[in-house]
């Protein structure tokens, strides 16, 4: 259900404004936790203003903008929950965000923006000084949208995965805080590959290869090379490496634990599962769509973002 607000904010910029013959819907979504940072909704609702847009924003983040932080923002509406709909989303935060505004759009595919106020920003290819820059290319027609492949959970046996069973970085299987190492027996397309002792095993996509995968030796994957990645965390063995698989596989995983117990994270959501639960990882039936703008590219926002070749000396 939309929630009218009116309340108004000015703001004067240069950009020339492109006339539509019907209006742009946009969703907006944000970090909660960043104070300052969350100041930059102004300057992009105002910039579509003057596009004569639809502005909607998200329960959560409209309620710390204008309670926690009290500011006063004019948009048309609010929503909660899926029940939303956009011709363009805008997630206004690092990539945490970004991860969690895929997760709200699930199978809805609409475009997502990444306009980074967080750290890295590896998905969220906006800064804010572009946001002016960004907004005028996306009236003007002046961009692409990649597909980027997304995984799904599914389990048998014992437990439930909480909440969406979609990820567009990675699932992992992890022991839990003070457990010992975990085994996981692993198959693919129901063939035996091995049984990792490690404390987990995360399974990537393309676009989560440069994140916590990475961060456990696994390899760089370029989007669109149609791969899942196996990456072991902290394994017993100096002799395991990551596997890399065809994204239409079936991996199945069983866990053996001493605690008789692990931990399923969803792009970073847990969830606790007994042992004897069976999990499968397989592709999506839909993708996840991020808005591409011509002088960002894959390869030169890598060189940018792992600082390659940079010159400490």
């Given at each position: 259900?939309?929630?009218?607000?009116?309340?108004?904010?000015?703001?004067?910029?240069?950009?020339?404004?492109?006339?539509?013959?019907?209006?742009?819907?946009?969703?907006?979504?944000?970090?909660?936790?960043?104070?300052?940072?969350?100041?930059?909704?102004?300057?992009?609702?105002?910039?579509?203003?003057?596009?004569?847009a639809?502005?909607?924003?998200?329960?959560?983040?409209y309620?710390?903008?204008?309670?926690g932080?009290?500011?006063?923002?004019?948009?048309?509406?609010?929503?909660?929950?899926?029940?939303?709909?956009?011709?363009?989303?805008?997630?206004?935060?690092?990539?945490?965000?970004?991860?969690?505004?895929?997760?709200?759009?699930?199978d809805?595919?609409?475009?997502?923006i990444?306009?980074?106020?967080?750290?890295?920003?590896?998905?969220?290819?906006?800064?804010?000084?572009?946001?002016?820059?960004?907004?005028?290319?996306?009236?003007?027609?002046?961009?692409?949208?990649?597909?980027?492949?997304?995984?799904?959970?599914?389990?048998?046996?014992?437990?439930?995965?909480?909440?969406s069973p979609?990820?567009?970085?990675?699932?992992?299987?992890?022991?839990?805080?003070?457990?010992?190492?975990?085994?996981?027996?692993?198959?693919?397309?129901?063939?035996?590959?091995?049984?990792?002792?490690?404390?987990?095993?995360?399974?990537?996509?393309?676009?989560?290869?440069?994140?916590?995968?990475?961060?456990?030796?696994?390899?760089?994957?370029?989007?669109?090379t149609?791969?899942?990645?196996?990456?072991?965390?902290?394994?017993?063995?100096?002799?395991?490496?990551?596997?890399?698989?065809?994204?239409?596989?079936?991996?199945?995983?069983?866990?053996?634990?001493?605690?008789?117990?692990?931990?399923?994270?969803?792009?970073?959501?847990?969830?606790?599962?007994?042992?004897?639960?069976?999990?499968?990882?397989?592709?999506?039936?839909?993708t996840t769509?991020?808005?591409?703008?011509?002088?960002?590219?894959?390869?030169?926002?890598?060189?940018?973002?792992?600082?390659?070749?940079?010159?400490?000396?």
């Amino acid at each position: 259900m939309y929630i009218c607000n009116c309340k108004c904010t000015h703001f004067l910029f240069n950009s020339k404004i492109i006339m539509q013959k019907d209006k742009i819907r946009f969703a907006i979504f944000g970090n909660e936790y960043q104070a300052k940072k969350s100041q930059a909704v102004f300057k992009i609702i105002a910039i579509l203003q003057q596009y004569e847009a639809e502005i909607y924003m998200d329960k959560p983040f409209y309620d710390f903008v204008t309670g926690g932080q009290r500011m006063d923002v004019n948009v048309d509406g609010v929503f909660t929950g899926d029940d939303f709909t956009a011709d363009f989303a805008i997630s206004m935060g690092g990539d945490g965000t970004l991860l969690k505004t895929a997760s709200r759009i699930g199978d809805k595919e609409i475009p997502i923006i990444g306009v980074n106020i967080g750290r890295l920003g590896f998905l969220a290819g906006v800064n804010p000084s572009e946001i002016e820059q960004a907004m005028a290319a996306i009236f003007e027609g002046r961009y692409d949208v990649r597909e980027h492949s997304v995984i799904k959970i599914e389990t048998s046996g014992g437990d439930s995965v909480e909440g969406s069973p979609f990820a567009l970085n990675d699932i992992a299987l992890l022991k839990r805080d003070h457990a010992s190492m975990i085994s996981i027996r692993a198959s693919v397309d129901d063939e035996y590959v091995m049984t990792y002792q490690a404390d987990g095993l995360i399974v990537t996509t393309p676009t989560g290869s440069t994140a916590y995968s990475l961060s456990n030796g696994g390899p760089i994957i370029a989007p669109g090379t149609g791969t899942l990645c196996l990456t072991a965390v902290a394994p017993h063995s100096l002799n395991v490496r990551p596997i890399v698989v065809p994204d239409t596989s079936v991996v199945t995983l069983k866990v053996e634990s001493r605690s008789h117990s692990f931990l399923a994270a969803v792009d970073g959501r847990s969830t606790s599962l007994h042992e004897g639960t069976v999990v499968r990882i397989s592709k999506a039936p839909f993708t996840t769509r991020i808005v591409r703008f011509a002088h960002r590219h894959y390869f030169s926002t890598l060189r940018d973002k792992m600082m390659w070749g940079l010159d400490q000396r």
